[in-house]
């Protein structure tokens, strides 16, 4: 994809080196990154703790702003989740939200934006599932920029979702309107990897930070 097709980007850092994660987000063209964790911490890479990471990327001549407490994937309000798994369709209309999303594309007209959170794979992330999701629908041009340098963009992502939903599609789904049986396949993506009030003792929905 040319990576001018997206107007925002995101990237997962997982277990990349900070020179590895420079090194990509260099490539793509990146000058600002929009942190979307809500806790912008991480034991195992330190490199990627808030302090550290801004400091980093200072020296490096790129911007850091962190936006977890508007686009982070673990609401503190307990009435944005459903059945103890965080609920994106719910936390995608509180105003905070809103003020998240017009902050990263104001941002974006004097920035090459990507956003930040953990997971190396955009579907198994709130960044993808639900802040790529937000600025699509807005008519903004998402791309994700995957371990191996690639950009892969949002109606990609998308066409995934579609494919992966169709295991589990009954009859009535089969003539559901495209914009309905996409909502059903986010739907159905975001409560298998969604944070859940459960991660405490299990592994199980840990993507969203």
């Known amino acids: 994809m040319d990576r001018s097709s997206a107007e925002i980007l995101t990237i997962g850092h997982s277990m990349l080196t900070y020179e590895q994660f420079l090194a990509l987000v260099s490539r793509a063209g990146v000058t600002a990154i929009a942190d979307v964790r809500s806790s912008p911490y991480s034991r195992n890479f330190p490199q990627f703790n808030k302090e550290t990471l801004k400091i980093k990327l200072k020296e490096d001549g790129i911007a850091y702003s962190f936006l977890g407490e508007e686009l982070g994937g673990r609401p503190k309000d307990r009435a944005l989740y459903r059945n103890g798994i965080a609920d994106y369709e719910q936390m995608a209309k509180t105003p905070e939200f809103a003020d998240g999303i017009k902050r990263v594309v104001e941002g974006s007209r004097r920035f090459r934006i990507a956003l930040m959170c953990s997971e190396s794979n955009p579907l198994d992330c709130h960044r993808c599932l639900l802040v790529g999701r937000a600025l699509k629908r807005r008519g903004i041009g998402v791309g994700h920029v995957l371990q191996d340098g690639s950009i892969k ?44 009030t459960s991660n405490s003792v299990s592994t199980t929905n840990s993507a969203a930070e």
């Open 153 to 196: 963009l949002q109606s990609d992502i998308e066409a995934d979702l579609l494919r992966l939903a169709c295991d589990d599609l009954d009859q009535s789904d089969l003539f559901a309107p495209p914009e309905d049986r996409l909502a059903n396949a986010y739907r159905a993506r975001a409560r298998r990897v969604a944070y859940s």
